[in-house]
């Protein structure tokens, strides 16, 4: 049961108590003093401990009301509560439904009521901004971005001093134009909901450049529509054929492949009407999913870092407020998700050797050993006795492989480096407790697909020369030149960085570039499905409670 909303409690039975005849400080101080009979979670328990001692150090004076009724910051902050929608939040989580009906109140109880709704709507929403509104690992065990619990002690106190409510409220909001651009995209797709979003492109042959079909000017119509062809580009609009697939119209098709994250062909095959015909209300979800996820990450990605969204396949080294370098990247398989977390790398390893992981051996290698033993020669392994500090080496030849089970293979393979070897030429480190990093691969006709999940959960880079001549463009010593002649000598060699580099691991199926373009990928791993069950199965409860 999400903490958060079960403040409801408290007011349901604020709401059924008898009128206490007194002043709205006396109901205010009786209604506090009374508390909850229900059991109290941790998060309800920690806002009526808040709101005990700030009113009682306040000689149970209203922040909100008075004796006459609600004051112009009560209904001020009426308003924001109501408009928590712009984040892609529930003003019903917040209570504003309720208390826009007490905001003409009179009667000292229902004043009352009302002050206590408002400063409790207040602490949700500044914590739901803050951190969002449930844990990253609820809504997924393979999350651990981390964004530290909101004091909401400090919420009502800072609440009480702010000169301009709705500026102290968004200072609690992700404090980064990323955020900000996507809250914006979010009113623009809910406007186009508003007029009626788009119908659906008809099936039928591949669309190409040159054709003239039918759907061609609905198609017209639909990149008009969403930025991607300008009226002044498009011909039809001065004279020229709507269906015919020119040249305009193909630019068109192209930035919204990319937009998409589609092979950038200029063809409106499967993949491409597909993305077409995501109704707006979906994609109006998607923005709202990844609000969320933008909540619980930290502001301050550093002045330099890494950065890999795992929907888009793609890894950027940053410098603020430059990208220094973008480029693909293979990610794990569906069934290997890589986990979204934040590290520093502080070494890289050029010419590394690969200690294959227990369950890749048992699974994939070991049938390959029975096939044929020499395998392991073939392709560079050397068989250890086991993975403790002084195994042995093992000749494969002496070992019956015939009777080795999956379950009790416990050998260490450990491939050189080398051509061949499954990490490339380069493996970048940044510690941590997934085992996961970045790497060259000899697989380099993988990215050139458009959904590039095939990995064991680690990273595989494009072009690994040009981020380690980046990542140690600040290591004295290390320019391209040299990294690129330990790569021809074939020796393994470790380079520690002169300054450690965060690198942030993200799942992002919705962000909008500087440039305002707004980008949709697939959920690869099923993640935007499990975040709207989490947010919706903590509105059941809510609800039913």
Request: charged share 25%.
């Given at each position: ?222 990149l008009r529509l969403w930025g991607d062809l300008k009226e002044a580009d498009d011909r039809a609009l001065s004279g020229g054929e709507a269906n015919l697939y020119d040249e305009a119209l193909v630019e068109a098709v192209e930035r919204m492949q990319v937009r998409h994250g589609l092979d950038r062909d200029g063809v409106v095959g499967p993949a491409s009407l597909a993305a077409l015909n995501v109704p707006v209300e979906a994609r109006i979800e998607q923005l709202i999913l990844n609000l969320e996820r933008r909540r619980w990450m930290r502001d301050d990605l550093g ?172 290591t004295p010593g290390w320019p391209r030149e040299s990294i690129e002649q330990v790569i021809d000598l074939g020796k393994r060699q470790v380079v520690t960085l002169s300054k450690p580099l965060p690198v942030h691991i993200s799942y992002l199926t919705a962000f909008v570039n500087k440039d305002g373009s707004v980008h949709f990928r697939g959920d690869i791993y099923k993640r935007d499905e499990r975040l709207s069950e989490a947010l919706l199965g903590a509105r059941a409860r809510r609800i039913a409670n």
């Amino acid at each position: 049961m999400r903490a958060g909303f079960l403040w409801v409690i408290l007011i349901a039975f604020v709401v059924s108590a008898p009128a206490f005849a007194g002043t709205v400080t006396e109901e205010l101080a009786e209604r506090l003093g009374r508390g909850v009979e229900s059991p109290a979670t941790e998060e309800e328990a920690q806002s009526l401990a808040v709101l005990a001692p700030f009113y009682g150090a306040r000689a149970m004076v209203p922040l909100w009301v008075s004796e006459q009724g609600a004051s112009a910051r009560a209904r001020t902050l009426a308003r924001i509560l109501d408009s928590a929608d712009r984040d892609g939040l529930d003003p019903q989580d917040y209570g504003a439904q309720a208390i826009g009906a007490l905001l003409n109140a009179e009667r000292p109880e229902l004043l009352a009521q009302l002050e206590l709704r408002l400063s409790l709507g207040l602490m949700q929403l500044a914590s739901d901004l803050g951190r969002g509104r449930t844990s990253p690992h609820i809504a997924d065990p393979k999350l651990y971005p981390y964004r530290e619990a909101v004091d909401r002690g400090r919420v009502i106190r800072g609440a009480a001093e702010a000169d301009d409510l709705v500026a102290y409220l968004r200072s609690y909001q992700p404090q980064t134009p990323r955020y900000d651009r996507l809250k914006a995209a979010l009113a623009d797709y809910r406007v186009l909901a508003a007029r009626g979003g788009w119908a659906p492109i008809a099936g039928g042959p591949t669309l190409k450049p040159g054709m003239t079909d039918s759907r061609v000017a609905p198609l017209r119509a639909r990149l008009r529509l969403w930025g991607d062809l300008k009226e002044a580009d498009d011909r039809a609009l001065s004279g020229g054929e709507a269906n015919l697939y020119d040249e305009a119209l193909v630019e068109a098709v192209e930035r919204m492949q990319v937009r998409h994250g589609l092979d950038r062909d200029g063809v409106v095959g499967p993949a491409s009407l597909a993305a077409l015909n995501v109704p707006v209300e979906a994609r109006i979800e998607q923005l709202i999913l990844n609000l969320e996820r933008r909540r619980w990450m930290r502001d301050d990605l550093g002045q330099r870092y890494i950065f890999v969204n795992l929907a888009d396949f793609v890894l950027k080294l940053v410098d603020e407020p430059k990208t220094l370098l973008d480029m693909r990247v293979v990610v794990g398989k569906t069934y290997h998700m890589t986990p979204v977390f934040s590290a520093e790398m502080t070494y890289l390893e050029i010419n590394p050797f690969w200690n294959v992981p227990l369950s890749i051996a048992r699974k994939e290698i070991l049938p390959k050993i029975r096939q044929d033993v020499s395998y392991l020669a073939k392709n560079n392994f050397t068989l250890f006795s086991d993975w403790s500090g002084g195994a042995k080496v093992v000749d494969p030849a002496t070992i019956d492989w015939t009777l080795a089970k999956e379950k009790s293979f416990a050998f260490k393979l450990r491939q050189g480096s080398g051509d061949g070897n499954a990490l490339g030429r380069l493996k970048f480190m940044f510690p941590n407790r997934f085992s996961v990093y970045l790497h060259d691969t000899p697989a380099k006709s993988l990215f050139k697909k458009a959904s590039r999940d095939f990995s064991h959960g680690c990273i595989r880079v494009e072009n690994p020369v040009a981020l380690a001549a980046a990542v140690l463009a600040d290591t004295p010593g290390w320019p391209r030149e040299s990294i690129e002649q330990v790569i021809d000598l074939g020796k393994r060699q470790v380079v520690t960085l002169s300054k450690p580099l965060p690198v942030h691991i993200s799942y992002l199926t919705a962000f909008v570039n500087k440039d305002g373009s707004v980008h949709f990928r697939g959920d690869i791993y099923k993640r935007d499905e499990r975040l709207s069950e989490a947010l919706l199965g903590a509105r059941a409860r809510r609800i039913a409670n």
